[in-house]
């Protein structure tokens, strides 16, 4: 099964870029760089559909298509569809060698499922234009295969010895609650971005000039609305952005803590520093760059960055809870 084991490892890189990729995507605007699905105003290519993106250019010059966003958004779904391709056949050659594997097809069956939502919540992207919840849960979508690739690829490589997984039982709840802590972290962050809501507060430690600034909690977090607007079409309040920023910044700073504490007790495990070290450095990586985002004016790069590592740090209490659990 060494190929089998390759194939994995390739697609879980690939995710890596996938959701890197798609970041990238949404920060510079580009999610409707080509306003169909799948293709680009029905072409394979924005080179063949050039005739009609010029079109559009010249009724809106300041519109969300360009050349330059057609391309982004279409090499997304290049990357996106190859994935997609890896996965079908991770769970082809799962279910040819199911007597061979670790855990059996199961697995690979509900990536290929998760894999097929994927690409619906990509057409809807589109077709729903940007709806935050859409764009959010198409974020969570790529974390959460992101996060099963990489427990598969631990299952195949096969368990360690029983030595280095014993007297791990006092860490197995700080580790799941830190891994659910970061999932709900995950889906603020998105949530941040895909109601531009990154700068709502553009000062750090305190956001508006003071700890607690005017929010809208009821309109901030109403999921079923369009893009800016609140579910009666008004116009979305500054308090209500204000809100979806103030609790992302909450919530990082309750992650830090239990992470913090979690690290702690790492250390004095044995076996377990090198995981501890690890995660320290990406939240140490992360917090940084969310601070920045705020101070520097949210530059692409860095806001991409921060995107990045939020899959990193999934990944990583992803790692440790599999390393706790397996036996």
Same mark, same amino acid.
């Given at each position: 099964?060494?190929?089998?084991?390759?194939?994995?490892?390739?697609?879980?890189?690939?995710?890596?870029?996938?959701?890197?990729?798609?970041?990238?995507?949404?920060?510079?605007?580009?999610?409707?760089?080509?306003?169909?699905?799948?293709?680009?105003?029905?072409?394979?290519?924005?080179?063949?559909?050039?005739?009609?993106?010029?079109?559009?250019?010249?009724?809106?010059?300041?519109?969300?298509?360009?050349?330059?966003?057609?391309?982004?958004?279409?090499?997304?779904?290049?990357?996106?569809?190859?994935?997609?391709?890896?996965?079908?056949?991770?769970?082809?050659?799962?279910? *040819?060698?199911?007597? +061979? /594997?670790?855990? !059996?097809?199961? @697995? $690979?069956?509900?990536? &290929?499922?998760? #894999?097929?939502?994927?690409?619906?919540?990509?057409?809807?992207?589109?077709?729903?234009?940007?709806?935050?919840?859409?764009?959010?849960?198409?974020?969570?979508?790529?974390?959460?295969?992101?996060?099963?690739?990489?427990?598969?690829?631990?299952?195949?490589?096969?368990?360690?010895?029983?030595?280095?997984?014993?007297?791990?039982?006092?860490?197995?709840?700080?580790?799941?609650?830190?891994?659910?802590?970061?999932?709900?972290?995950?889906?603020?962050?998105?949530?941040?971005?895909?109601?531009?809501?990154?700068?709502?507060?553009?000062?750090?430690?305190?956001?508006?000039?003071?700890?607690?600034?005017?929010?809208?909690?009821?309109?901030?977090?109403?999921?079923? *609305?369009?893009?800016? +607007? /609140?579910?009666? !079409?008004?116009? @979305? $309040?500054?308090?209500? &952005?204000?809100? #979806?920023?103030?609790?992302?910044?909450?919530?990082?700073?309750?992650?830090?803590?239990?992470?913090?504490?979690?690290?702690?007790?790492?250390?004095?495990?044995?076996?377990?520093?090198?995981?501890?070290?690890?995660?320290?450095?990406?939240?140490?990586?992360?917090?940084?760059?969310?601070?920045?985002?705020?101070?520097?004016?949210?530059?692409?790069?860095?806001?991409?960055?921060?995107?990045?590592?939020?899959?990193?740090?999934?990944?990583?209490?992803?790692?440790?809870?599999?390393?706790?659990?397996?036996?």
């Amino acid at each position: 099964m060494t190929f089998y084991r390759k194939l994995i490892l390739a697609a879980l890189v690939l995710t890596l870029c996938v959701v890197s990729l798609g970041a990238y995507v949404r920060l510079s605007d580009a999610g409707l760089g080509c306003p169909d699905w799948p293709g680009c105003y029905g072409a394979l290519t924005p080179h063949h559909a050039a005739d009609a993106i010029n079109a559009e250019l010249a009724m809106r010059p300041d519109g969300p298509v360009s050349h330059a966003k057609a391309w982004k958004e279409m090499v997304h779904r290049y990357f996106a569809g190859t994935l997609g391709m890896l996965v079908l056949l991770i769970f082809v050659l799962a279910w *040819r060698g199911r007597r +061979e /594997t670790n855990g !059996g097809p199961g @697995l $690979p069956f509900l990536l &290929l499922v998760l #894999i097929v939502f994927q690409a619906l919540l990509g057409m809807w992207t589109v077709t729903q234009m940007l709806k935050p919840l859409v764009v959010s849960a198409h974020l969570l979508g790529g974390m959460a295969t992101l996060s099963l690739l990489l427990w598969l690829w631990l299952r195949e490589r096969g368990q360690a010895s029983h030595a280095y997984f014993a007297s791990v039982d006092h860490l197995r709840r700080g580790a799941g609650l830190g891994l659910l802590l970061i999932v709900a972290q995950i889906a603020l962050g998105g949530w941040v971005s895909t109601n531009y809501a990154a700068l709502a507060c553009t000062d750090f430690p305190l956001c508006q000039g003071v700890w607690v600034p005017a929010m809208d909690f009821e309109h901030g977090f109403t999921l079923h *609305r369009d893009l800016g +607007e /609140t579910a009666s !079409g008004d116009l @979305l $309040p500054l308090a209500a &952005l204000t809100a #979806i920023h103030w609790s992302h910044r909450l919530m990082a700073l309750l992650v830090s803590l239990v992470l913090g504490w979690l690290v702690v007790r790492l250390f004095r495990t044995p076996g377990y520093a090198g995981t501890a070290v690890v995660i320290s450095i990406l939240l140490l990586v992360q917090v940084s760059l969310g601070i920045s985002n705020v101070l520097l004016s949210l530059p692409l790069a860095v806001a991409v960055a921060h995107n990045t590592g939020a899959a990193l740090l999934l990944a990583s209490l992803v790692w440790l809870n599999f390393k706790v659990r397996r036996r």
